[in-house]
Nanobody, 119 residues
Framework: QVQLVESGGGLVQAGGSLRLSCAAS????????MGWFRQAPGKERESVAA????????DYADSVKGRFTISRDIAKNTLYLQMISLKPEDTAIYYC????????????WGQGTQVTVSS
């Protein structure tokens, strides 16, 4: 059974940085394409970033390109999302997920971690 646990969210001023972590169970990171998506109140879910099971391919939403970086540490079974130059519009709950079909379909996701960017 896939288990994903996100952490690292918080309150940060605009222009600041955060690194989100996602602890994954078993061989999840090497068996699936992984991704991050976010959900803000009153807005549609937005796919943010993805990384292939080999780690050779990554993709980003246009809204975060150049500011967010997805990565993973296989030895630690952890997926990361490094976020810099944060903007108030990045405020959302961020979810780590197993991608079924990028960028719209996810098979499993965690409980999410709140990111709030103040202006």
């Amino acid at each position: 059974q896939v288990q994903l646990v996100e952490s690292g969210g918080g309150l940060v001023q605009a222009g600041g940085s955060l690194r989100l972590s996602c602890a994954a169970s078993g061989r999840t990171l090497t068996s699936h394409t992984m991704g991050w998506f976010r959900q803000a109140p009153g807005k549609e879910r937005e796919s943010v970033a993805a990384i292939s099971l080999s780690g050779a391919w990554t993709d980003y939403a246009d809204s975060v390109k150049g500011r967010f970086t997805i990565s993973r540490d296989i030895a630690k079974n952890t997926l990361y999302l490094q976020m810099i130059s944060l903007k108030p519009e990045d405020t959302a709950i961020y979810y780590c997920a197993v991608v079924r079909r990028w960028p719209r379909d996810y098979a499993y996701w965690g409980q999410g971690t709140q990111v709030t960017v103040s202006s």
